[in-house]
């Protein structure tokens, strides 16, 4: 079977996942293109809904600048704010849905912090070389419900396994809450961490001390919640990661 008969296939299957919204998507991707624009399901919707999971908040990214986003919006969604505008994100809410939709992005960081420097991308493909890991680096292009899938995440989902789009070692000194992330995939939907991402981990775990306590806090509490803490503790001890925290 082909790739792009494996992606047809995966794009059916997260069509039937969304349900009703997969309407409503189809109406918002139908009025960006109609503007001009290209728009695409992004992130963990689209890996949630290949798992069949139901899928109610919508990530969305587009080449469409905030205020473009905005206007595109006005008259279809019954409620718009700005409060991620700074960072390139508009939300929005149509009846039970909520979506958040953010112009592409490129990020540059500093030695010293884990927050970046953004600027809006140019393309579809830059923005998903920023995404953590490769099972949340896949999108859908709509309104026709096209997967885009550059770095392989749907085969690394099928096999299980948790690797980073690009270089983990980039991955982790740029945003070392990734390696924390990492912990909790594995442990919450039982993959096995790429050789190379836990070499990464190795290296780099100094690195978490940048992060702050809270944001420390937020992601290991959502690592203690998972059916199966113990795999992901155990990957931090053993990383030295957790001597750092």
Known sequence: ??????????????RQSLGESAVVLIELGQRFVDQGFEISLVGGPVRDAILGKSVKDLDLTTNARPEEIQKVLKGWAEHIWDVGIKFGTVGAKLKDYVFEITTYRTEQYEDTSRKPSVEFGKSLAEDLARRDFTINAMALKLPNFELVDLYEGLIDLNNKVLKTPLDANISFSEDPLRMLRAARFMTSMDLKPQSELVEAMKNLAERISIVSMERINDEFNKLMLTAKPKLGIELLVDTGVAEYF
Not at 1 to 14: D, F, G, P, Q, V
């Open 1 to 14: 079977m082909s790739t792009s008969e494996i992606n047809s296939i995966a794009s059916n299957r997260i």
